[in-house]
C-alpha cells in the first residue's frame, strides 16, 4: 500500500504534521501563519461566549480545592461563581466608554474679518455674493475662533480628492487617537467601525482608510455612511448598537465628521451660498461597548434611539441636497421650507421620545446656526440654561455637523454638569429629511478631563 505523503508546519523550531484530506475544501493547514492563530484566539476571546473559556478551568479548580474548603466557605465560593458569570457574560446594554472631539490646530483658526478677506482673494465671488455671505457670517451666531482648511481660499484652485482626504485623515485620525490615549483599547479588540461622513464619499472607503491606518483586525464589521447630512452620527449610533447587539461583547468604534473642503461652494449661486458660512472643521469619535464588565468604567449607558424619516414627502425631500450651478461648481442647497420641514420631523420626533424617555436634564441640539437653535428653542420652550451648549459650540467650533452634538456634550462635562443620573438628549437634523434623537444616562459624576476635551484648548 503505498504511504500517503505528510505536510509539516514549522513555528520555530517546532511543527505540526497533518495528512491531507479528500474533498472539496483543501487542506490549509500546511500555510497557516501562526500570527492568525493569535489573532483567533483573540477573536474567541472576545465573542459572547467568553465565560465558556473561564468555566472549565475555575470547576476544575473548585473540584481540587473542595477537599480543603469547609462547608461555610461553599456559599461565598459560589458567589464567586456568579459574580464572574455577571461580568464575563455579554450585556443587551450599550455603554459608551468615552468619545474625543478633535481640535484643530491654531493656524486653522479663522476669524469672520479673515473670512471675508479670504474669499475676496480667491477671486471667485462677485460683490453681490460677498455681500451676501458678509450679512449671512454676521447672523450665524459664530465667533471668532472656528476653523477652516485655507486651501478653499486659494486662488485659482480647484478643491480635488486629495485635498479632502487630507483634511479627512487629519481630523478623523486626530480624533481616533486621542480616544484611543483615553479608553486604552487595543484597536485589535474593535469589532465594529461606523464612519459617517456627508459629503466626502472616496474609494476607497473613508473606513477602509481608518482600518488601514490604525491596522484593525481581518475580520472588522465595517461600514461607510454618506449623504446623510448633519444626523448622521446619531444613525451611525443606531447602526453600532445593533451590530454590538448581534455580536455580543465586543467594541464599537463610532466615527462622525464633515469635510469641510467638498462642502465648499465657489460659485456665485446666492442660493448656495449660506452653507459657507457655517460649517467648520471637527470630528468626533466614540467607543461602544456591550461588554458588561465595562459598564464600571464607562460614562454613559444608552437609553433611547429615536429615528424619524419624512423622505416620503416631496417638499421634505427636497429641502436639503447637493447641488450643481450652471458652471458644474457643487454646493449645498437648502430651501426656504427646511425651518418648517424640521419643526415637523422634530414633533414627530418628540412625540415618541417622550412616551418613552419622558425626563432629561441636560439637551445638545445640532448647532447648525442662531436662527436654527431660535426657531427649536421657541418650538420645545426651552431655557437659555438649555440652549447653552449649543450655543457655545456654535460660537466657539462653527457647525461642525454629525460631531456638533459631541462637542456639546464635552462642554457640558467640562462645565462639570453631567452627574450621575443625569440624561442628556441629543438631537441631529439631516437630509432626506430626518431628525434623530438619542439619550444617553450618565454612570457616574463626570469630572472634566484634563486631556481629551476640546474645551481646554
Request: proline share 4%; with cysteine; glycine share 6%.
Amino acid at each position: 500500500m503505498k504511504k500517503e505523503p505528510t505536510t509539516k508546519m514549522m513555528n520555530g523550531g517546532g511543527g505540526v504534521e497533518s495528512k491531507p484530506r479528500k474533498g472539496l475544501l483543501p487542506d490549509y493547514l500546511g500555510s497557516v501563519n501562526m500570527k492568525y492563530v493569535k489573532l483567533g484566539y483573540v477573536y474567541l476571546l472576545s465573542l459572547s461566549n467568553t465565560f465558556c473559556f473561564f468555566l472549565p478551568p475555575f470547576l476544575l479548580l473548585f473540584i481540587f480545592v473542595s477537599r480543603f474548603l469547609p462547608i461555610l466557605a461553599y456559599p461565598l465560593f459560589i458567589f464567586l461563581l456568579l459574580l464572574i458569570y455577571h461580568f464575563l457574560t455579554p450585556s443587551s446594554s450599550v455603554f459608551l466608554l468615552d468619545f474625543s472631539c478633535y481640535h484643530p490646530p491654531d493656524h486653522f483658526k479663522i476669524t469672520k474679518s479673515d473670512f471675508i478677506s479670504l474669499a475676496m482673494k480667491s477671486n471667485n465671488f462677485s460683490e453681490t455674493s460677498m455681500e451676501l455671505q458678509r450679512k449671512v457670517l454676521e447672523q450665524s451666531g459664530i465667533g471668532e475662533e472656528s476653523y477652516m482648511p485655507r486651501v478653499v481660499f486659494k486662488p485659482g484652485h480647484k478643491v480635488n480628492l486629495r485635498d479632502g482626504r487630507e483634511e479627512a485623515a487629519m481630523v478623523i485620525f486626530g480624533a481616533i487617537d486621542e480616544l484611543l490615549a483615553a479608553t486604552k483599547i487595543n484597536v485589535k479588540h474593535i469589532k465594529i467601525l461606523v464612519l459617517n461622513c456627508g459629503v466626502l464619499n472616496t474609494t476607497p472607503s473613508l473606513s477602509a482608510m481608518v482600518i488601514n491606518h490604525y491596522k484593525l483586525r481581518h475580520n472588522t464589521e465595517s461600514y461607510n455612511l454618506g449623504g446623510m447630512g448633519c444626523g448622521a452620527g446619531i444613525i451611525a449610533v443606531d447602526l453600532a448598537k445593533d451590530l454590538l447587539n448581534a455580536h455580543q461583547g465586543s467594541y464599537a468604534l463610532v466615527v462622525s465628521t464633515e469635510i469641510v473642503s467638498f462642502t465648499w461652494y465657489s460659485g456665485n449661486d446666492v442660493t448656495l451660498l449660506p452653507p459657507n458660512c457655517s460649517f467648520r472643521m471637527g470630528a468626533a469619535a466614540v467607543m461602544l461597548s456591550s461588554r458588561r464588565i465595562d459598564k464600571w468604567r464607562s460614562k454613559y449607558q444608552l437609553m433611547q434611539l429615536v429615528r424619524t424619516h419624512k423622505g416620503m414627502d416631496d417638499t421634505s425631500y427636497k429641502s436639503m441636497e447637493l447641488r450643481e450651478d450652471r458652471e458644474g461648481k457643487q454646493g449645498l442647497y437648502l430651501s426656504r421650507d427646511v425651518t418648517e420641514v424640521a419643526r415637523h420631523a422634530l414633533r414627530a420626533n418628540v412625540t415618541t421620545l417622550r412616551r418613552l424617555e419622558p425626563s432629561f436634564q441636560h439637551i445638545c441640539v445640532l448647532a447648525t446656526s442662531k436662527k436654527a437653535l431660535d426657531e427649536i428653542q421657541k418650538d420645545l420652550k426651552l431655557t437659555e440654561e438649555n440652549m447653552e451648549a449649543s450655543r457655545r459650540t456654535l460660537e466657539r467650533f462653527g457647525n461642525t455637523s454629525s460631531s456638533s452634538v459631541w462637542y456639546e456634550l464635552a462642554y457640558l462635562e467640562h462645565k462639570g454638569k453631567m452627574k450621575r443620573g443625569d440624561k442628556v438628549w441629543q438631537i441631529g437634523f439631516g437630509s432626506g429629511f430626518k431628525c434623530n434623537t438619542v439619550v444617553w444616562k450618565a454612570l457616574r459624576n463626570i469630572e472634566p478631563s484634563r486631556h481629551n476635551n476640546p474645551w481646554n484648548l
